[in-house]
């Protein structure tokens, strides 16, 4: 009769289950999607950050203004309107275009002049005497350079100023939705108040009131440009390219 310690040899060893290659394949590139992930947003952490407040904020703008203008309508005798129906209605482009429209005018013209003009000690100028850097010039194009560097004549032309001319487009884009969506709730309130006809895009271009809605919202953004500008020569903020480092005089100018 098998002792206690034959048995315990005869018994065959259990084998640990093994993974299958397709299940190991799997199992790898679920790691290397998740590293992927984290590697993508790390390189795109800043971007990913803007658009992610935009789009909380413009939904946000969007609830809050439909409820404003159910308000308004309600006060007028009107029937409500929908959550849908609002992001249609000249309403709400108005409000959304007048503020990309001041946005972009700002962007694109602090590109544009803070090609040709200086701040001297400003961290958001560059250097006093300089005109082009190195870098820009087509002759020092490698086999890496963008495409219209490498080819030269028009396209080169468009892209030495493609930054600029991007963002006022942008901009005449957000001007246009601003008349269009202006127009739009200009006369629907028209019609609550008196009844009046509705007007053209080209007769509200003409009014008082779309002037004053664009030019409340243009000052302030170069006011904060200006601000920015002139705070930049003798503040710093650690670790921001928006700033010059903490340890320079505030005569140095460019960060």
Request: charged fraction near 20%.
């Given at each position: ?110 590109v544009l002049l803070t090609a040709y003009l200086v ?119 650690h670790a921001s390219p928006e700033s010059k480092p ?6 140095q100018t460019g960060s």
């Amino acid at each position: 009769m098998p002792t206690r310690l034959a048995w315990a040899d005869a018994t065959p060893a259990r084998r640990l289950p093994t993974r299958r290659r397709g299940q190991r394949t799997e199992i790898g590139s679920r790691a290397e999607g998740g590293a992927g992930m984290r590697r993508w947003l790390r390189d795109n952490g800043l971007a990913v950050a803007m658009f992610a407040a935009f789009a909380v904020f413009l939904l946000l703008q969007s609830v809050f203004g439909w409820q404003t203008h159910n308000e308004e309508l309600t006060e007028f005798g009107a029937d409500p309107i929908g959550w849908p129906a609002y992001l249609a209605s000249g309403h709400f482009a108005e409000a959304v275009f007048e503020n990309w429209e001041s946005e972009f005018l700002q962007m694109g013209g602090y590109v544009l002049l803070t090609a040709y003009l200086v701040q001297r000690g400003s961290a958001e100028s560059k250097p006093e005497g300089q005109t082009d850097r190195p870098e820009d010039d087509e002759r020092r194009a490698t086999p890496e350079s963008p495409w219209p560097v490498r080819v030269g004549g028009l396209p080169l032309v468009v892209y030495r100023n493609s930054l600029s001319l991007a963002l006022l487009l942008i901009f005449a884009g957000s001007f246009v939705g601003h008349l269009l969506g202006g127009t739009a709730a200009y006369n629907a309130e028209q019609a609550l108040e008196s009844g009046a006809p509705p007007i053209s895009a080209w007769q509200f271009l003409g009014t008082s009131d779309f002037w004053f809605q664009s030019m409340q919202n243009w000052q302030s953004e170069f006011l904060a440009v200006g601000t920015l500008i002139v705070l930049s020569i003798v503040l710093r903020q650690h670790a921001s390219p928006e700033s010059k480092p903490v340890t320079v005089p505030h005569a140095q100018t460019g960060s």
